[in-house]
C-alpha cells in the first residue's frame, strides 16, 4: 500500500509539468499536438505500468493469504469456554467480531510495564528503543512503567530524565518474580496489563491488535502473546515459536523454532503477555511459584487455576511483530529457558507432578478422570482404568495423591508402562499432597483445580467412608457439572465389564436411575427376614439410595411387626406401612409403588422371594444400557426388567406348561442364552418403569370400575388363560395392557435358569399345598447367582444392542414386535371406539390409556345414570333399615 502511494504521487506531479508545458502559447500548434499526443502517450505507458504493478502487489498479497489458509491445516483447540476455537490467520483473527471501541477512550485502558532485568550498568540503548517502540504505537497505554532491580534505578531515571519521561513513567523496583508480580497485583489500575520483557521492541500496531483480538468472545479468556515455547512430548526438549522469520531465527537446523500462521496454544509464553487485571491474584495461588521461570509460572497458573489457555497470535508484518529486530530476543531467551529446564529441579518437579501441559490433552471426548489414593487403591482399580483407556474414545487421567500417601506419579506411569497393551494412554498427575498438612482441604483445592483443567465428564473414585480423602473429593465435586462413581474397593471387578460395555452416555447418567424397593407382606416373617437379608447382603456399587418400603396388610402379625420396627436398612430410606384394612394383593402390590418421577424404578417383591447378591448389578446394567444409552428411545415398549427366569409358561388356556427358552432360540438367529423379550409380567422379584406404571395405575382404575359398575367394556385377551380362569389378579390387567400395546419384559436366560431372585413358593394367597402335587418349590424354585458369572453366560459376555434380542409372546413363542403390535390393535379396535394413538414400531407412545378407555358417550352416561339410581335405591333402603334398628333401640332403652 507504501508503495502505491509513491507512484501516484509522482505521477501527478508529472502532470503537473506537461500542463504548464502544454499552456505555454509560443509552441506552435502542430508541434503542440505532436507533443501532446506523445505525452498522452508516454503517459498513459507510466499510468499503465503504475496500475499493473499495484495489481501485482495486491495479487501476491491475496495469494499469501489464500495459500495461508488452505495450505496451513487449521488447529483446533478449546478454550475455558469450551467451545471448540479454530486456528485463525493474522487476516482472520481481524475479521473477527471485537467489542473493542478506541473511540471510548483518550488513551486505552492498558498498562505496559518493561521489566527491566538488564545488568549491563551503561547499556540503555534498548530500552531507549523500546520506549519509542511503545510511543509510537496506534494505540496509546494509559500508563508506562519500568519494574528494575535496585542497582539499575539511577540508570533508569537518567535515561527517563534525558528523555523527559520523568513524569509520564513510573519505576519500581524489584527483586525477584514475586515482589515483580506484588507490584503488578497492588499497583496496576488498568484492565488490561502487557508486559515485555527487557529489549523487546514492538511493532506499532501490537497494542492494537492484543486490545481488538482480546475483545472477540473467541479470545476474550485467553492469555495473548505472540512469542511461545511448547514442552515436548517426552518432556525432555522445548519447541520455541518466534512470531516473524528472521535468518537468525532460523538457525537451528533440527526445526525447534517455528513461525506460526495461525493462532494456536502454546505451553507458554515469552517475551509478551497480554493479560487481564482480574487475573494477577490467579499468580499467587501456587505454593512453589517463586521458583519457577516467569514465563512457565504465568501459563501454568493461569491454566491450572482458571483453565485460560495461553495463545500466540500470528502476525503478518513488521507492523504486528513482537519484537522488531532483525536479531530477535526469542533465541536467546529460548536458550535461557533450554538450560534452565534441564537444571531448575522446582520446575522438574512441576512437570514431574504432571502439571497441565497442552501437549497432554489428547481429545475432547469421553474425559473420565480417576483419583487413587494410595498404591493400595491402585491395585483394586488397575483393571477398571486399563479397560477404559483402551474402549472407545475414552480419554483417561488419574490423579495421585503423591508420595507421602503412598503413590506418586511417576511411580504410577512405571506400573502403567508395565501393563504394556494392556493398558491404553493415561495421564498422571500428582496432587503431592502432605501428610502433615490439613489433608482434606489439600485434597478439596486440588481436586477441585483439577476438574477445573481437565473438565472430566466422569469422575470415579473409591468409596471410603470416614475418610479425609474421600470426603475431601467429594466437597470439592460440589458446583462442578460432573457425574461422579464412587465405587467400593471390594466391588470394582463385578462392575469393570458393565463400565466398560456401557455407552459413554450411558455411563453418565450413572447416578439417575433411582430404586424403590416394595416388599408386600402379612405374616410370614420368617420368609419377609430371608428376603430383607438377601438384600441387605447384595452388592449396590456405592449406590446409597436404594429405598425400602414393606407394605404389611391388615393381617400382619405381631412378629412381622416387631422385626419391621427393629431391622437396619443402611443402603438408603426405610419406610414400614401398615394397612388398617384388608387389601389383599392387589391394591397391595399397586399401591405400593408409585414413580416420584421418570427415573423412579419400582422393584415389586413379594416375601417368599430371595435375590441374588447381583440382582442390583443386573438392574444397574440393563436399565442405563436400554433406557439411558443413545438409542433409548427403541426401548420405549420395555416395562420392565425381571430378576427371575421363566421356567412355567401359565398363560396356555389349558394350563402351566414347563418352559425353556434355550429350546425356544436353539437353532434361530438368536444365541440360545440370549437375555430376552417377554410380554408375561414377572411378580417375582422384577423391576417395573414409571412410564407404563404409571399408565398401568389409570388404566387399572376406569378398568375396575367399568368391570364392577359399568360393565362398557369387555376385554378378552385371545387365547390367554388369563382371561378366563383368573380373578382380582393384578396381573391379569396388566397383561391386558400390555398386550393392546405390545408392551415386553426382559428376562435373563442363564444355565439351569440360575436367576437374580426365586420363590420359595410357601403357601399364601395364591400357591396352596395340595395332596399327591408336586411340592410347588421344584416347578418354581430356580437357582440364584451366588457365584459372579454374569459377563461370562452372557453370549459375547455383555448385553446385546435392544433390537437384537429375542421377543416371545404370552405363551413364549418366538415373535417381532410388529406382530405384537398388529395384534394389540386388533384387540383394541375391538374394544375401543377410539383409534390407538399410535400406529407402527416407531410411533412415539405417550402413556396415556384415553384412547383404550373410550365408550360411547351415550352409553356411558346412560350406564352410569343407572348405576348411581341403582346405588341410590341400595343405599336409601339400608338408611331406611337402620333408621328403622336405631328407633327400635331407642324403643328398647326407653322401655328399660
Ligand atoms: C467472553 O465473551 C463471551 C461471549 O460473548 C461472554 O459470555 C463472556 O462473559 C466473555 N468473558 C469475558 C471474560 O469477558
Ligand atoms: C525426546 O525428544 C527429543 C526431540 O524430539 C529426542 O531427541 C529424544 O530422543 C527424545 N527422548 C526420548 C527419551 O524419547
Ligand atoms: C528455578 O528457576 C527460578 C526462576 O528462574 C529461580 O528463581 C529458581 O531459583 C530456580 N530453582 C532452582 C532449584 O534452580
Ligand atoms: C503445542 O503442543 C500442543 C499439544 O501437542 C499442540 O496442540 C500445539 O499445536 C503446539 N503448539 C504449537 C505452536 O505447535
Ligand atoms: C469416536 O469418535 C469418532 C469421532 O467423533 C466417532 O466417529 C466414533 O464413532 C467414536 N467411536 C466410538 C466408539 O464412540
Ligand atoms: C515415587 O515413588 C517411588 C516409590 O515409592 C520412589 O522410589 C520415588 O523416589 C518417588 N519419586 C518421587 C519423584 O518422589
Ligand atoms: C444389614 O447389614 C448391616 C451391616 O452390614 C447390619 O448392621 C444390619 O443389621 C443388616 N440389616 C439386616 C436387616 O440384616
Ligand atoms: C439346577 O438347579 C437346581 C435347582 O433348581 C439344582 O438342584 C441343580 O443342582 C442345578 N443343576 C446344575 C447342573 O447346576
Ligand atoms: C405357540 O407355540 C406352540 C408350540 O410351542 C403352539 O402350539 C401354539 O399354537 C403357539 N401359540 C401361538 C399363539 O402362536
Given at each position: 500500500m507504501y ?5 501516484h504521487?509522482?505521477?501527478?506531479k ?12 509560443s509552441?506552435?500548434?502542430i508541434f ?12 498513459f ?11 501485482q ?8 493469504i ?11 483447540f ?7 476455537l ?11 467480531e ?5 473511540t471510548?477512550?483518550k488513551?486505552a485502558?492498558?498498562?505496559?510495564i518493561?521489566?527491566?532485568?538488564n ?5 540503555n ?11 509510537s ?6 500508563s ?6 535496585a ?11 534525558e528523555?523527559?519521561?520523568t513524569?509520564?513513567?513510573?519505576v ?14 497492588q ?10 520483557n527487557y529489549?523487546v ?8 491488535n492484543m ?12 492469555l495473548?502473546g505472540t ?7 517426552n ?9 516473524h522469520i ?5 538457525y ?25 487485571k482480574q ?8 505454593r512453589?511459584a517463586?521458583?519457577?521461570p ?6 501454568i497458573t493461569?491454566?491450572y ?5 495461553s ?13 522488531v ?8 531467551i529460548?536458550?535461557?529457558l ?14 514431574e507432578r504432571g502439571?497441565?501441559?497442552i501437549?497432554k ?13 494410595g ?11 486399563c ?16 508420595n507421602?500417601?503412598?503413590?506418586n506419579?511417576s511411580e ?10 494392556l ?8 496432587l ?13 483445592k ?27 473429593i467429594?466437597?470439592s ?17 463385578f ?5 466398560i ?11 439417575e ?14 420368609s ?10 447384595s452388592?449396590?456399587f456405592?449406590?446409597?439410595n436404594?429405598?425400602l ?6 393381617g ?15 443402603h438408603g430410606?426405610?419406610n414400614?406401612?401398615?394397612r ?10 399397586m ?25 442390583y ?5 440393563t436399565?442405563?444400557k ?9 426401548s ?10 421363566q421356567?412355567?409358561?401359565?398363560l396356555?388356556?389349558i ?13 434361530t ?6 437375555p ?7 411378580s417375582?422379584g422384577?423391576?417395573?418403569?414409571p412410564e ?7 388404566f ?6 367399568d ?7 369387555d376385554i378378552?385377551?385371545?387365547n390367554?388363560?388369563?382371561s ?5 389378579s393384578?396381573?391379569k390387567?396388566l ?9 415386553v ?20 394367597i ?9 411340592d ?10 451366588k ?11 455383555h ?7 429375542p ?5 413364549g413363542n418366538?415373535t417381532t ?5 398388529n ?20 410411533d412415539?407412545?405417550?402413556?396415556s390409556?384415553?384412547?383404550?378407555l373410550c365408550?360411547?358417550?351415550?352409553k ?11 346405588h ?6 339400608s ?9 327400635l333401640?331407642e ?6
Amino acid at each position: 500500500m507504501y508503495h502505491k502511494g509513491n507512484l501516484h504521487f509522482s505521477y501527478h506531479k508529472r502532470a503537473r509539468i506537461t500542463c504548464s508545458l502544454l499552456s505555454s502559447s509560443s509552441f506552435p500548434r502542430i508541434f503542440r499536438y505532436i507533443i501532446l499526443i506523445s505525452l498522452s502517450l508516454f503517459l498513459f505507458t507510466i499510468f499503465y505500468l503504475n496500475f499493473k504493478a499495484n495489481q501485482q502487489i495486491l495479487s501476491e498479497q491475496h495469494n499469501y493469504i489464500n495459500s495461508e489458509s488452505e495450505n496451513t491445516p487449521h488447529t483446533h483447540f478449546e478454550t475455558s469456554s469450551t467451545n471448540a476455537l479454530e486456528g485463525h490467520t493474522y487476516v482472520e483473527l481481524l475479521q473477527l467480531e471485537s467489542t473493542w471501541n478506541p473511540t471510548l477512550y483518550k488513551n486505552a485502558p492498558v498498562t505496559i510495564i518493561i521489566n527491566n532485568d538488564n545488568n549491563d550498568q551503561k547499556n540503555n540503548r534498548n530500552i531507549d528503543k523500546q520506549l519509542d517502540a511503545i510511543f509510537s504505537q496506534t494505540v496509546k497505554p494509559e500508563s508506562i512503567w519500568i519494574t528494575t532491580s535496585a542497582e539499575q534505578e539511577e540508570n533508569v531515571n537518567k535515561l527517563l530524565k534525558e528523555k523527559r519521561l520523568t513524569d509520564i513513567i513510573q519505576v519500581y523496583i524489584r527483586d525477584d518474580n514475586s515482589a515483580y508480580l506484588q507490584i503488578v497485583q497492588q499497583k496496576v489500575q488498568t484492565k488490561y496489563i502487557l508486559l515485555l520483557n527487557y529489549g523487546v521492541i514492538l511493532g506499532n500496531q501490537y497494542l492494537q491488535n492484543m486490545l481488538y483480538v482480546s475483545n472477540t468472545k473467541e479470545y476474550n479468556n485467553t492469555l495473548l502473546g505472540t512469542m511461545g515455547v511448547n514442552l515436548s512430548n517426552n518432556e525432555t526438549s522445548l519447541t520455541c515459536y518466534e512470531d516473524h522469520i528472521t535468518s537468525h531465527s532460523t538457525y537451528s537446523s533440527d526445526g525447534m523454532i517455528k513461525y506460526s500462521r495461525t493462532s494456536i496454544r502454546v505451553d507458554m509464553l515469552t517475551n509478551i503477555w497480554f493479560l487481564q487485571k482480574q487475573w494477577i491474584p490467579i499468580l499467587f495461588k501456587e505454593r512453589d511459584a517463586i521458583d519457577l521461570p516467569l514465563e512457565f509460572l504465568i501459563s501454568i497458573t493461569l491454566q491450572y487455576h482458571s483453565n485460560i489457555p495461553s495463545i500466540i497470535l500470528p502476525t503478518l508484518n513488521q507492523e504486528s511483530w513482537g519484537d522488531v529486530r532483525s536479531t530477535s530476543i526469542q533465541p536467546v531467551i529460548c536458550n535461557n529457558l533450554r538450560r534452565k529446564f534441564s537444571s531448575n529441579t522446582t520446575w522438574k518437579h512441576y512437570i514431574e507432578r504432571g502439571y497441565p501441559l497442552i501437549i497432554k490433552e489428547t481429545s475432547n471426548q469421553n474425559k473420565i478422570m480417576i483419583i487413587l489414593d494410595g498404591i493400595y487403591q491402585e491395585k483394586y482399580f488397575r483393571t477398571l482404568y486399563c479397560k477404559l483407556s483402551l474402549t472407545r474414545n475414552n480419554s483417561i487421567s488419574i490423579i495421585t495423591t503423591g508420595n507421602d500417601r503412598g503413590l506418586n506419579a511417576s511411580e504410577l506411569r512405571k506400573i502403567i508402562k508395565n501393563e504394556k497393551s494392556l493398558c491404553g494412554h493415561i495421564d498422571v498427575y500428582d496432587l503431592d499432597i502432605n501428610n502433615n498438612n490439613n489433608i482434606r482441604s489439600q485434597i478439596y483445592k486440588g481436586v477441585g483445580h483439577m476438574i477445573e483443567y481437565l473438565r472430566p465428564e466422569i469422575l470415579i473414585y473409591a468409596k471410603v467412608t470416614k475418610n479425609s480423602i474421600f470426603q475431601g473429593i467429594s466437597s470439592s465435586i460440589e458446583g462442578f457439572i460432573v457425574t461422579t462413581i464412587k465405587l467400593p474397593l471390594e466391588e470394582i471387578e463385578f462392575i469393570t465389564e458393565l463400565m466398560i460395555d456401557l455407552p459413554f452416555s450411558a455411563l453418565k447418567k450413572w447416578n439417575e436411575p433411582k430404586i424403590q424397593l416394595q416388599i408386600i407382606t402379612q405374616n410370614r416373617p420368617d420368609s419377609l427376614s430371608r428376603l430383607i437379608n438377601s438384600l441387605n447382603t447384595s452388592y449396590y456399587f456405592g449406590d446409597d439410595n436404594i429405598s425400602l418400603t414393606v407394605n404389611m396388610d391388615r393381617g400382619a402379625d405381631p412378629v412381622t411387626m416387631e422385626f419391621c420396627l427393629k431391622f437396619l436398612w443402611n443402603h438408603g430410606s426405610k419406610n414400614v406401612r401398615h394397612r388398617v384394612v384388608q387389601g389383599g394383593l392387589l391394591p397391595a402390590v399397586m399401591e405400593s409403588y408409585y414413580p416420584n418421577d421418570y427415573n423412579d424404578y419400582g422393584i415389586l417383591l413379594e416375601d417368599d422371594v430371595e435375590v441374588s447378591p447381583f440382582y442390583y448389578l443386573w438392574i444397574k446394567y440393563t436399565i442405563l444400557k436400554y433406557r439411558y444409552g443413545p438409542d433409548k428411545h427403541l426401548s420405549q415398549r420395555l416395562f420392565g426388567i425381571s430378576l427371575y427366569g421363566q421356567r412355567q409358561m401359565e398363560l396356555h388356556i389349558i394350563g402351566r406348561r414347563p418352559y425353556d427358552p434355550e429350546s425356544i432360540f436353539h437353532g434361530t438367529k438368536f444365541p440360545d442364552r440370549s437375555p430376552y423379550l417377554s410380554q408375561v409380567p414377572c411378580s417375582w422379584g422384577a423391576v417395573y418403569f414409571p412410564e407404563i406404571w404409571r399408565e398401568f395405575h389409570d388404566f387399572l382404575v376406569e378398568r375396575l370400575d367399568d368391570e364392577t359398575k359399568y360393565h362398557l367394556q369387555d376385554i378378552i385377551i385371545p387365547n390367554s388363560r388369563s382371561s378366563f380362569k383368573w380373578k382380582k389378579s393384578w396381573k391379569k390387567y396388566l397383561i391386558e395392557l400390555i398386550y393392546l400395546r405390545g408392551y415386553v419384559m426382559l428376562y435373563p436366560n442363564f444355565k439351569n435358569f440360575t436367576s437374580f431372585s426365586t420363590n420359595h413358593a410357601e403357601i399364601g394367597i395364591h400357591i396352596h399345598r395340595k395332596k399327591d402335587k408336586p411340592d410347588p418349590v421344584t416347578i418354581f424354585g430356580v437357582p440364584l447367582m451366588k457365584e459372579f458369572t454374569l459377563y461370562d453366560e452372557l453370549p459375547n459376555n455383555h448385553l446385546t444392542d435392544f433390537t437384537d434380542l429375542p421377543v416371545t409372546d404370552l405363551w413364549g413363542n418366538l415373535t417381532t414386535f410388529n406382530d405384537l403390535i398388529n395384534r394389540g390393535i386388533n384387540l383394541h379396535n375391538q374394544i375401543s371406539q377410539c383409534p390407538p394413538h399410535f400406529k407402527k414400531d416407531d410411533d412415539l407412545l405417550n402413556f396415556s390409556t384415553k384412547d383404550i378407555l373410550c365408550v360411547d358417550e351415550e352409553k356411558k352416561r346412560i350406564a352410569i345414570q343407572n348405576y348411581e339410581k341403582k346405588h341410590r335405591a341400595i343405599s336409601s333402603v339400608s338408611k331406611i333399615l337402620s333408621d328403622v334398628q336405631i328407633n327400635l333401640l331407642e324403643l328398647l332403652i326407653n322401655v328399660n
